[in-house]
Nanobody, 125 residues
Framework: QVQLVESGGGSVESGGSLRLSCAASGYTARNYRMAWFRQAPGKEREGVAAIDSGGTTNYAASVKGRFTISQDIAKTTLYLLMNDLKPEDTAMYSC???????????????????WGQGTQVTVSS
């Protein structure tokens, strides 16, 4: 059974940085896509950044140039480096994955089967 465990959230002032981590376990497929989503109170969940096993990345327009998605060499941990954080980045951030012969770094939540519990990011002005 796939498990995704996020960490690294917290509170930061506007302009600050955080790095989120998502530790993945219980998977056997060599091909996959993984992504970070966020949901603020009263808003729909939105895809923030995604990566596939071929290294293709995709970013939401609102975070492009500020956020970077990456993986460790063993590809067991997904990261999201968030720079120049803004109050509108405040949300619960969740890691998602689909371990299957897939291609493409989708930002659509329907493209993912497995989800973590989330980690809260709060940015104050």
């Amino acid at each position: 059974q796939v498990q995704l465990v996020e960490s690294g959230g917290g509170s930061v002032e506007s302009g600050g940085s955080l790095r989120l981590s998502c530790a993945a376990s219980g998977y056997t497929a060599r091909n996959y896509r993984m992504a970070w989503f966020r949901q603020a109170p009263g808003k729909e969940r939105e895809g923030v950044a995604a990566i596939d096993s071929g290294g293709t990345t995709n970013y939401a327009a609102s975070v492009k140039g500020r956020f970077t998605i990456s993986q460790d060499i063993a590809k067991t941990t997904l990261y999201l480096l968030m720079n120049d954080l803004k109050p509108e980045d405040t949300a619960m951030y969740s890691c998602a994955a689909k371990f299957a012969p897939v291609v493409g770094a989708s930002l659509w939540d329907g493209a993912y089967d497995d989800w973590g519990q989330g980690t809260q990011v709060t940015v104050s002005s």
